[in-house]
T-cell receptor
Framework: AQSVAQPEDQVNVAEGNPLTVKCTYS??????LFWYVQYPNRGLQFLLK??????LVKGSYGFEAEFNKSQTSFHLKKPSALVSDSALYFC?????????????FGRGTSLIVHP | DGGITQSPKYLFRKEGQNVTLSCEQN?????MYWYRQDPGQGLRLIYY???????QKGDIAEGYSVSREKKESFPLTVTSAQKNPTAFYLC??????????FGSGTRLTVV
């Protein structure tokens, strides 16, 4: 079975400071991992994914995420936050074992960047 | 530009009424999905379809129905059996790159 957890409902950071949005997962096989961002009353937009290869994945809008197999984590990071980064962020995981191709989404983390 | 179009953006339903939400994609994706989003609950899967004329129930299919007569289209009907339909509904599709493309959503409100 696959599961994903976003332990923080909300993250607050000052503009210009680094930000981290946490995600941990549980799978039986190997994970495919994704981050999406949602602005108010909009659909989710793809940010980045980890399928295989380098543990550090670079994505859209200056975001990156590090796949850590030993800690079963895939935290989203950005070196310098912008007020426009304020949004709802979702982590998703798909287990390569078990045959399902449907990912499981976390409950979302609201990122608030203060001017 | 390729993408997913959901319509309408806002929809109001009276008690006992069925309503249909439209989802069209021009990405040539085989798989399509419907999710329901409620505040603080993340995304919950309603129905999904891997190929034309085939679809599967997700985690919360009761009170909903779908059809997949064309590859590009995956409409969702919210029936009168759905007792709490007020929510934000998201349609998505996926191709060979494993990631999802989402539509911009339909906000359904019961009046």
């Amino acid at each position: 079975a696959q599961s994903v957890a976003q332990p923080e409902d909300q993250v607050n950071v000052a503009e210009g400071n680094p930000l981290t949005v946490k995600c941990t997962y549980s799978v039986s096989g190997n994970p495919y991992l994704f981050w999406y961002v949602q602005y108010p009353n909009r659909g989710l937009q793809f940010l980045l994914k980890y399928i295989t290869g380098d543990n550090l994945v670079k994505g859209s809008y200056g975001f990156e995420a590090e796949f850590n197999k030993s800690q079963t984590s895939f935290h989203l990071k950005k070196p310098s936050a912008l007020v426009s980064d304020s949004a709802l962020y979702f982590c998703a995981v798909r287990d390569t074992a078990g045959g399902s191709y449907i990912p499981t989404f976390g409950r979302g983390t609201s990122l608030i960047v203060h001017p | 530009d390729g993408g997913i179009t959901q319509s309408p953006k806002y929809l109001f339903r009276k008690e006992g009424q069925n309503v249909t939400l439209s989802c069209e994609q021009n990405l040539n994706h085989d798989a399509m999905y419907w999710y329901r989003q409620d505040p603080g609950q993340g995304l919950r899967l309603i129905y999904y379809s891997q190929i034309v004329n085939d679809f599967q129930k997700g985690d919360i299919a009761e009170g909903y129905s779908v059809s997949r007569e064309k590859k590009e289209s995956f409409p969702l009907t919210v029936t009168s059996a759905q007792k709490n339909p007020t929510a934000f509904y998201l349609c998505a599709s996926s191709g060979q790159d494993y990631g999802y493309t989402f539509g911009s959503g339909t906000r359904l409100t019961v009046v």
